[in-house]
């Protein structure tokens, strides 16, 4: 085992005679707590397991201690994670152990640091749970009020980890709507890196709240000391990196205070989001695949489950549905040999009916209009067809002209004395979720459309607003300040109702595109919708953006229209097909507008997914090109846990003569293996050289193909645009 990651160790200078060390272990990683009683906890070391020997002589390594959790007040030039004003309005604390609890599970352990502050009847309980079969750390804090009035937090971080100065880089997202999770990469320099989202309602578009840590210098794919951490939390959020004087760069990440200031009534305890951390030594790579392992085992729901293949009706006919392009559609993706359809946006309202994006949002009456049989004749069509049928709801939201709006105009977020801001199409709020009115109508909402159809298995849930005006007309007026915080509570209770009652049902987190691409939120879904923007050149750059904390069952990737209905880019249909399959393959576009060739390539993608579906969804990622390197390529590849089966995909992502693009070496096989190359989706008249041939998985990996620039097609089929999904099988 290499010892280099010991260099990042982050040790007590005290001599560690009266303490209690706490070592909290996943099976590869190992977090180590100085918790000596009467003192504040301290971190000692993040990083590959240590030895007993080590693990006994870690204090004594002489390097400054580093605080775990410490509250503002005592030094207050530092910048601390938690700032607590007491009833009698003193802003000072210090937070001091007084027990270490561990409870064992039969799969995972709970170890709890209790603290207290040394004054104030004020406890802090510092969590960190532990899985017996994956290597993520979640951590999160739950602060009570002992005492007899009210205290004010003002500042309520879940995590602070400290990193030791070097040459430490950053990788995170950045984006906007359809042009979410683009890969930013950076070295750490004085002053204070920043992640945070305000949306109110989702907050995954314009960032994310993860971040991994490279601190072996530039970022790797393979190699390298590096600390990934997502906070998991559906609403307003913070992430900083502060880096000044001294031996540390100093990570928190919780919800942001801004405006969120917390009221904590005696005997309350408020509990932070979850925090998980990963370290590996194999680089990002590694931090990918353990999330990957994590979210699949206990986060998504399903996530053993292989997701179907679906069509969804929007970018095919947009508002314009009835019943029988429905029920046509339906039988296109049977056709096709897909499984599922889903009946997007447009199938609502009858006072004020859903023909565009600004009315009848939030009245889920089927228009009778539109679909004379309701739902239930749509269901029972699906069935005929031989798919599973689905549908699209946006339960928070609802439109100025909306018979709810009218009947219930103070279910809506909105400020007094104030005229409403309204959202998408000058017509969209948002209904309060502090309200428990509002949360009840919710759930029934989800009763009523299940009543009336029991037969569907698929929700994408929907969220096209943010919060535009500041302001609940049911808390408080001494409690706005609660308004974000107790939003997303209301969120989390409406969804663990909803899931307690249908817990086979399908959903996806859908937010206007990527909005919703967090784990506070996944963990009550199954699957996300990665991006409006379903143009195949540009997924490959948010989907492997993506990728670094979310693994491929999750990410709905859909064969799309060309030219793209956001792009307008003309991509030839082996190339979305290509892409589309490196994620949950789905289908976006009305099959009647395809060619007879373009049906075809989809029937076989189609037929080929389902051959190695259980690789992708569940293997093990590998990301081998990426596309911003700029070296006119990207490819990535997922390997079976055995290792028995692998499937590659290649993109050619810029064309110009005289190119010369990089030989594709494999990972993550066997190297003693022998593995056979078959080409899927084949569309050239002749095969690729490598077709049927077999080489040892070292081969593969040290030395790797060169793959064909071109199809092997008519001139009149000839495209700049090339790409290979290659099936890699163990033969021996």
């Not at 990957?292 to 996530?303: A, D, F, S, T, V």
């Not at 003309?570 to 949950?584: C, E, H, L, Q, T």
Request: with cysteine; aromatic share 10%; charged share 25%.
């Amino acid at each position: 085992m290499s010892i280099r990651p010991l260099l990042y160790l982050i040790l007590s200078s005290a001599l560690c005679l009266n303490a209690e060390t706490v070592c909290v272990s996943t099976p590869a990683t190992a977090l180590i707590l100085d918790a000596e009683k009467g003192k504040e906890l301290e971190f000692l070391y993040y990083g590959v397991p240590v030895t007993k020997e080590d693990l006994q002589s870690v204090c004594s390594a002489g390097v400054s201690h580093a605080k775990a959790y410490q509250a503002y007040g005592i030094y207050p030039d530092e910048e601390t994670p938690l700032w607590i004003t007491h009833s009698d309005g003193n802003k000072t604390s210090r937070l001091v152990v007084t027990d270490v609890l561990t409870e064992q599970n039969a799969n995972s352990t709970l170890t709890t640091v209790r603290t207290r502050d040394d004054v104030y009847p004020v406890e802090v309980d510092i969590k960190y749970l532990t899985y017996a079969d994956c290597d993520i750390i979640e951590t999160w804090t739950e602060i009570r009020n002992g005492e007899r009035k009210n205290i004010m937090l003002t500042r309520f971080d879940s995590a602070y980890l400290p990193i030791h100065m070097g040459d430490v880089w950053v990788s995170h997202m950045a984006g906007c709507w359809a042009n979410e999770a683009r890969l930013v990469e950076e070295p750490l320099q004085p002053g204070v890196l920043k992640i945070r989202n305000k949306d109110g309602v989702r907050n995954a578009q314009t960032a994310r709240a993860e971040l991994m840590l490279s601190l072996n210098g530039r970022p790797r794919e393979e190699h390298g000391a590096t600390i990934g951490a997502a906070l998991c939390y559906s609403g307003n959020y913070h992430i900083e990196v502060d880096t000044y004087t001294g031996r540390y760069h100093h990570l928190r990440l919780g919800i942001s205070p801004d405006n969120s200031s917390y009221t904590l009534a005696p005997g309350e305890t408020f509990v932070t989001p979850r925090v998980a951390l990963s370290f590996s030594i194999d680089g990002k790579g590694g931090v990918s695949r353990n999330f990957h392992k994590w979210g699949r085992k206990h986060m998504l729901r399903h996530g053993d489950t292989p997701r179907k293949i679906l069509l969804n009706s929007w970018e095919g006919v947009y508002f314009d549905i009835d019943e029988p392009k429905m029920v046509a559609m339906m039988k296109d993706i049977a056709a096709l040999g897909g499984e599922l359809f889903v009946m997007d946006d447009g199938w609502f309202g009858d006072k004020y009916p859903r023909n565009d994006d600004t009315s009848g949002l939030g009245d889920w009456v089927t228009d009778k209009r539109k679909l004379p049989g309701g739902l239930k004749a749509l269901a029972d069509s699906a069935r005929a067809a031989g798919v599973g049928f689905g549908i699209w709801l946006e339960p928070e939201m609802a439109d100025i002209s909306s018979e709810i709006y009218e009947k219930h105009p103070d279910w809506i977020i909105k400020a007094p004395e104030r005229n409403i801001v309204a959202g998408r199409g000058g017509a969209q709020v948002v209904l309060d979720f502090s309200n428990p009115h509002v949360r009840d109508h919710v759930v029934s909402v989800i009763d009523r459309v299940l009543k009336e159809a029991p037969s569907i298995e698929y929700i994408k849930w929907d969220c096209n607003s943010g919060i535009y005006m500041h302001g609940s007309q049911s808390l408080a007026k001494d409690r706005q300040n609660h308004l974000y915080i107790d939003w997303h509570k209301g969120f989390e209770e409406v969804l663990s109702r909803i899931r307690d009652k249908y817990p086979e049902l399908t959903i996806q987190a859908c937010g206007g595109g990527g909005a919703r691409v967090n784990w506070g939120v996944l963990k009550f879904f199954d699957e996300f919708w990665t991006s409006d923007n379903t143009d195949a050149l540009q997924r490959i750059y948010i989907q492997w953006g993506t990728s670094h904390f979310y693994p491929s069952i999750a990410m709905a990737s859909h064969i799309s229209a060309s030219p793209n209905h956001q792009t307008h880019r003309r991509v030839p249909i082996k190339f979305r097909a290509d892409v589309a399959m490196s994620g949950r393959l789905g289908i976006e576009l009305q099959p009647k507008d395809m060619t007879e060739e373009e049906a075809e390539v989809c029937r076989r993608a189609v037929s080929d997914y389902k051959r190695v579906r259980n690789t992708i969804q569940q293997g093990d990622l590998y990301r081998l090109h990426s596309p911003y390197d700029k070296g006119g390529v990207a490819s990535l590849m997922y390997v079976s846990e055995k290792k028995d089966e692998a499937v590659l995909f290649w993109y050619r992502t810029e064309s110009y003569v005289g190119q010369i693009l990089p030989v594709t070496k494999f990972a993550g096989l066997d190297s003693n293996g022998t593995y056979r190359i078959t080409e899927l989706n084949r569309i050239d008249d002749n095969p690729v050289p490598f077709e049927g041939k077999c080489f040892s998985g070292a081969f593969l990996m040290n030395q790797g193909l060169d793959m064909p620039y071109r199809h092997d097609v008519p001139d009149d089929r000839k495209s700049e645009y090339s790409s290979r999904v290659l099936l890699i099988e163990r033969q021996n």
